[in-house]
């Protein structure tokens, strides 16, 4: 482990010297699409601030597709993805997976800054831990639960009841498709996704969290808070903001805020 921690330090460092720029990559959550990040005007936000759309990246029958113009040549851009929201966490990563390995041929000088929305977050993070090979300059989450979800533990119990039956009936069949990735979000246990990644080496990068002040009846506060797993306890920071779990206008300043914050503090 040693090792492999003084390997992932030395890629930080080298990556640090070498970049020029940024790519910006924002991730959705569970119930929800690329569509939220222009609904609240946090796409606008970025690009009032000089950032470059390069579209939105999904997958087209195995095949990685852009609807956008592209970003090449800019020094700083963003993209949105599209995940395969019910699925489960490891599937969710190989799609993202798939996307980066894109972005990192078109952009290969610049340095990539993941930033995910609720289930989005921790997506990002159990790739980063999966390929810690890949230079990631930071991790921001918004409202994401590092730790479980108990709306996932309720969603999960219900599925697995003669309840399950009925919800295509009413328009809930999105509680049948999603029982792997409510298992996946279930408490941080030791028969769990989360135990597993929450204890895991987690690569050189900023950790920043983004922890809804109240009003989140999905995610606990201290779920939200990378400051509370095991491998990230000295590394990460958190910030306060908004209320309820969605994400909101007031997201927008904030991201910008932060990413400009970046270059002021030290990977870690």
Do not use: C
């Not at 970003?71 to 489960?88: I, K, R, W």
């Amino acid at each position: 482990m040693v090792k492999r921690l003084s390997t992932m330090l030395l890629m930080g460092l080298l990556w640090i010297g070498a970049a020029r720029a940024d790519v910006v990559v924002l991730m959705h959550g569970y119930q929800s699409s690329v569509s939220a990040w222009s609904e609240t005007g946090i796409d606008r936000e970025l690009a009032r601030s000089g950032w470059r759309f390069g579209g939105r990246l999904f997958d087209s029958r195995g095949t990685v597709a852009l609807d956008g113009p592209g970003a090449e040549g800019y020094e700083n851009s963003f993209y949105t993805v599209s995940l395969p929201q019910e699925s489960m966490l490891w599937t969710q990563t190989d799609f993202l997976a798939a996307y980066l390995t894109t972005l990192r041929a078109w952009h290969p000088k610049e340095q990539l800054i993941l930033v995910g929305h609720s289930a989005g977050g921790v997506v990002a993070r159990l790739y980063m831990v999966r390929h810690p090979e890949v230079p990631i300059r930071a991790l921001i989450t918004i409202a994401s639960p590092h730790l479980g979800s108990d709306a996932a533990e309720v969603a999960g119990f219900v599925g697995r009841t003669p309840l399950a039956m009925m919800a295509p009936m009413v328009g809930l069949g999105t509680l049948n498709r999603s029982q792997g990735l409510y298992h996946d979000l279930s408490a941080d246990r030791p028969d769990s996704v989360l135990y597993w990644l929450n204890r895991q080496p987690h690569p050189v990068a900023q950790y920043i969290s983004v922890v809804r002040r109240s009003g989140d009846l999905l995610i606990a506060e201290r779920s939200q808070d990378m400051r509370n797993v095991p491998m990230l306890q000295n590394r990460a920071r958190s910030v306060q903001s908004g209320e309820g779990h969605g994400l909101q206008v007031s997201d927008g300043p904030l991201l910008v805020r932060l990413i400009k914050d970046l270059s002021q503090r030290q990977l870690i």
